[in-house]
């Protein structure tokens, strides 16, 4: 038998019962189970969680910066090392490195846009003409409207003259009765320290957050083994390999990641500021810089970016003409990028799904603001990381990953489940472009047969569901006919033989039947299905199996040695003592597939645990000229 351990989990999905043996006997509170008690506790936990991120990002955002940065240089560091430099001068040289690129970036920017700011003034008197000639135009269909649709209305009569001249009076008379009020401004003194601390403050708090970054990237970089150890230590000294796994992977998506991305972005900068050039905006290598910087922030970096160019190119063009070609440029540039580059780049080499990209955004923005979406990408993929490698946090993969959520045998059985052939026969064509039938029906059909025979076996499913559920998959094996005579089906021809396929007594053996027959069909060998009432004590004296050269005889479950599968292999042996008989006992697992005495009781010529064996075998057993093995 196939352990049921491996499916136990996904049956008490499906089936409701989420209560393991473990927490059967935990103590409860009154009138409340150790699963709901579970559930709440997690809530508690993740509401904690996220009220630490919420409050404490004045001290965690530093630190998440500082070990994204980390990643991002320790490649840098690695390579200096390998050149034989110490680890400290390695670390020094590369931060001193990093912060020579930031100035650089920040000198570009800020020459760039000096020299953009001499013409200001014209380009400020272009858009205020442009904006004085919407309003004209504006005004002018405002006005047409009006005559269209207000010719109608008749103008508010103007008030009787004599009873504004008392209203006017009225006026005049309360306005003399007032008196004004003297009021006097007094300039208080200033001190140098408030000044300082006026015109500091905006600058201050972002340098400190950067020297903290720094400072903390460093000694990441420096004791990078030494931390990884304590990680260990703390988290995973049960599990020492998993835990090594989990941080390699987690630090190669990471640096892959980075490393793509500042390709990629690099090059969009590029490829933005000669385009610019090309259309005539000044400070084009500006532009690409900040559109290279800008396209780190998911999905609204690149509409960003492509404001201020475009507004630009309204200032300089008396016509609209340049600022449509820059958003057009952008317009063709960015969807490459994202749909066309990035995939032949990378591919989904960060494991995150698109929707949870989207999510993972909005929850970060909310956060941590800007920097937390900025970091939400490479925040997601940590938590998809530990939730492949930690049991406990596999719902963040399951949540955000973009591995399927369910395997194929799981898929194939929710969709039988859920009385929905359609769905199953798009899942079987998918997974038939890369593999022969006979390895689909062997793989993800057997096996979810199993699973429901093991269900039906616990009594979550009936009779009745049985028989819907034996239909749906009926309909899926015929439509998947075509595929049967594809050339990667096994060749079990080899002359005129003739094959009865003869279904067990459950109501789950009559579709491996239909899927064995038309497999030899596809095959060149000559099948018919043959259902249990025919071969029972009543109905095989009337069976006719002349000419039958191989019996196959579907069994989904057996346990043990028994009684109703000797008989049967008695009775056929009776009725066709000529023909060689093959029992399939699906899928792999059986205790008869590997124990001589079962087998010799069964009284069978062959045993086999898959269909791919059973075409192989039922070849065999048709040139075999050994007379068959009679049951003891």
């Not at 409701?16 to 059967?24: F, I, L, M």
Request: include cysteine; proline fraction near 7%.
């Amino acid at each position: 038998m196939a352990d049921p351990s491996n499916v136990a989990g996904y049956r008490n999905i499906l089936t409701g019962d989420r209560e393991s043996p473990v927490d059967a006997g935990a103590a409860r509170v009154p009138g409340t189970s150790a699963p709901e008690l579970k559930s709440l506790l997690s809530v508690v936990v993740g509401t904690l969680v996220v009220a630490a991120l919420y409050f404490g990002k004045e001290v965690l955002v530093p630190i998440t910066l500082a070990v994204m940065l980390s990643f991002v240089l320790a490649p840098v560091v690695n390579f200096l090392q390998r050149l034989r430099l110490w680890r400290a001068p390695a670390v020094i040289v590369t931060v001193l490195a990093a912060l020579a690129v930031l100035g650089l970036i920040g000198t570009l920017i800020g020459s760039q846009a000096a020299a953009l700011s001499a013409n200001a003034p014209r380009y400020a008197s272009t858009i205020e003409a442009k904006v004085e000639g919407l309003q004209s135009f504006a005004a002018a269909k405002m006005g047409t409207l009006t005559k269209q649709f207000g010719g109608g209305h008749r103008p508010p009569t103007a008030a009787p003259v004599a009873g504004r001249a008392q209203t006017l009076a009225t006026a005049q008379g309360t306005a003399a009765n007032r008196r004004p009020v003297p009021v006097q401004l007094v300039q208080g003194e200033t001190s140098p320290f408030t000044i300082a601390r006026t015109v500091l403050a905006p600058i201050f708090g972002p340098l400190e957050t950067t020297v903290l970054v720094l400072i903390v990237a460093i000694f990441v970089l420096m004791q990078k083994e030494d931390l990884r150890d304590r990680f260990i230590r703390l988290f995973g000294s049960n599990d020492l390999h998993r835990t090594t796994r989990a941080m390699d992977d987690a630090g190669q998506r990471l640096s892959k990641y980075f490393l793509s991305q500042l390709a990629v972005n690099t090059c969009f900068g590029i490829v933005i500021g000669l385009g610019l050039w090309g259309i005539g905006i000044p400070s084009p290598a500006m532009w690409g810089l900040m559109a290279g910087l800008l396209r780190f922030v998911p999905y609204i970096g690149p509409l960003l970016a492509a404001v201020a160019p475009a507004a630009l190119g309204a200032a300089i063009d008396p016509g609209w003409t340049m600022a449509i070609e820059v958003v057009a440029l952008f317009f063709v540039v960015e969807p490459f990028t994202g749909y066309v580059v990035e995939p032949m780049l990378y591919g989904h080499s960060t494991g995150l799904s698109p929707v949870s990209v989207i999510v993972s955004a909005i929850f970060w923005t909310w956060v941590w603001g800007p920097i937390g979406l900025i970091m939400s990408t490479p925040l997601t993929l940590c938590l998809v990381v530990m939730g492949r490698h930690v049991k406990s946090l596999e719902f963040f993969d399951v949540l955000l990953g973009d591995r399927p959520a369910l395997t194929p045998v799981e898929g194939f059985y929710q969709r039988i489940l859920a009385n929905n052939p359609d769905e199953a026969l798009a899942q079987a064509e998918t997974l038939l472009a890369g593999e022969p039938l006979v390895a689909y029906y062997d793989e993800v059909v057997l096996a979810g047969l199993k699973l429901a025979v093991e269900d039906q076996a616990r009594g979550t499913i009936d009779h009745a569901a049985a028989v819907r559920m034996t239909r749906a998959m009926l309909d899926v094996v015929e439509d998947l006919a075509p595929h049967a005579a594809a050339p990667q089906a096994p060749d079990v021809a080899g002359g005129p033989a003739t094959v009865a396929c003869v279904a067990g007594h459950g109501p789950f053996d009559d579709t491996v039947t239909a899927m064995l027959v038309q497999l030899l069909d596809g095959a060149g060998t000559a099948a018919r299905a043959i259902p249990a009432r025919a071969v029972s004590r009543e109905g095989i004296a009337s069976l006719d199996l002349a000419g039958i050269d191989v019996i196959a005889v579907s069994y989904l479950e057996v346990k043990g040695s028994p009684a109703q599968l000797r008989y049967l292999v008695r009775r056929l042996r009776e009725r066709a003592p000529a023909a060689r008989i093959v029992v399939g006992l699906w899928p792999q697992g059986e205790a008869a597939l590997s124990d001589a005495q079962i087998q010799r009781t069964l009284g069978a010529d062959r045993y086999v645990g898959s269909l791919a064996t059973a075409l192989a075998a039922i070849s065999a057993l048709h040139h075999e000229a050994a007379p068959p093995v009679l049951a003891a």
